[in-house]
């Protein structure tokens, strides 16, 4: 009675050894295209912007736009069919942030800002073979973001002149631009399913997530996830 248990058992546990047969070891480089959500964002822009409102100015025609689009090149070396390291360099569409300082005298400071976002991290990614080239796969690292503000500012003031002899308030347009730059260390984890053509390509789609990306002086923190699909050549 054991013995036809024993004989179905015998193809089962070849099914690992039949999935890596085909699989050699090799690195590979790609790019991938996908969606961003900056969780947090624009609230934490919104309590920032909000301190600007006081009993002598108002906050008007506030607006925030978050990055919705990405751009990713990546490499790495898979070396068995279940390990793999990795690292990648992600550009982020710029943040847009504007909004303007009025008071009751009639000047105003029209401020807008963009905010430029590069994410550099490297993994550890495990795969688990499933069938004909296809695999899931998880991955967990860190790495560091970079971020430049760029400003610009204009707007009118009243400065006191003097003219035949009486100071009148005279109005001044202003205009200026400034910079600023931030980095710091944050930490990834994602999962994802790809296919490989035998020995050429691969093909992906990921979910990536990225912890404390920004800081105040980029008008605030967040947590970044994203989707991405990508193509990969070995080499």
Same mark, same amino acid.
């Given at each position: 009675?054991?013995?036809?248990?024993?004989?179905?058992?015998?193809?089962?546990?070849?099914?690992? +050894?039949?999935?890596?047969?085909?699989?050699?070891?090799?690195?590979?480089?790609?790019?991938?295209?996908?969606?961003?959500?900056?969780?947090?964002?624009?609230?934490?822009?919104?309590?920032?912007? +909000?301190?600007?409102?006081?009993d002598s100015q108002d906050v008007a025609?506030?607006?925030?736009?978050?990055?919705?689009?990405?751009?990713?090149?990546?490499?790495?070396?898979?070396?068995?069919? +279940?390990?793999?390291?990795?690292?990648?360099?992600?550009?982020?569409?710029?943040?847009?942030?504007?909004? =303007?300082? =009025?008071?009751?005298?009639?000047?105003?400071?029209?401020?807008?800002?963009?905010?430029? =976002?590069?994410?550099?991290?490297?993994?550890?990614?495990?795969?688990?073979?499933? !069938?004909?080239?296809?695999?899931?796969?998880?991955?967990?690292?860190?790495? !560091?973001?970079?971020?430049?503000?760029?400003?610009?500012?204009?707007?009118?003031?009243?400065?006191?002149?003097?003219?035949?002899?009486?100071?009148?308030?005279?109005?001044?347009?202003?205009?200026?631009?400034?910079?600023?730059?931030?980095?710091? !260390?944050?930490?990834?984890?994602?999962?994802?399913?790809?296919?490989?053509?035998?020995?050429?390509? =691969?093909?992906?789609?990921?979910?990536?997530?990225?912890?404390?990306?920004?800081?105040?002086?980029?008008?605030?923190?967040?947590?970044?996830?994203?989707?991405?699909?990508?193509? +990969?050549?070995? !080499?």
């Amino acid at each position: 009675m054991n013995r036809p248990t024993f004989l179905l058992a015998v193809p089962l546990l070849a099914l690992p +050894s039949l999935a890596s047969a085909d699989f050699y070891s090799h690195r590979y480089a790609g790019l991938s295209f996908g969606n961003a959500d900056q969780q947090g964002f624009c609230d934490s822009v919104d309590a920032q912007i +909000s301190r600007f409102d006081t009993d002598s100015q108002d906050v008007a025609e506030r607006g925030c736009e978050g990055a919705e689009q990405l751009v990713k090149l990546y490499g790495g070396w898979r070396w068995t069919p +279940s390990l793999a390291v990795e690292a990648s360099v992600q550009q982020l569409d710029d943040n847009k942030i504007g909004f =303007t300082l =009025t008071n009751a005298r009639g000047e105003f400071l029209r401020v807008e800002d963009e905010i430029e =976002t590069r994410l550099a991290t490297a993994y550890a990614v495990g795969h688990l073979p499933l !069938f004909d080239g296809a695999s899931v796969f998880a991955k967990a690292g860190g790495g !560091f973001w970079m971020g430049q503000l760029s400003e610009r500012q204009r707007g009118e003031v009243l400065v006191p002149i003097e003219q035949d002899g009486e100071i009148q308030e005279v109005p001044v347009e202003i205009r200026g631009r400034a910079r600023e730059a931030d980095s710091g !260390f944050h930490w990834s984890y994602g999962a994802g399913i790809s296919y490989r053509n035998e020995n050429n390509w =691969t093909i992906r789609a990921e979910w990536e997530t990225f912890q404390d990306i920004g800081s105040d002086d980029l008008r605030g923190t967040y947590d970044l996830e994203t989707v991405s699909l990508g193509w +990969s050549l070995h !080499f």
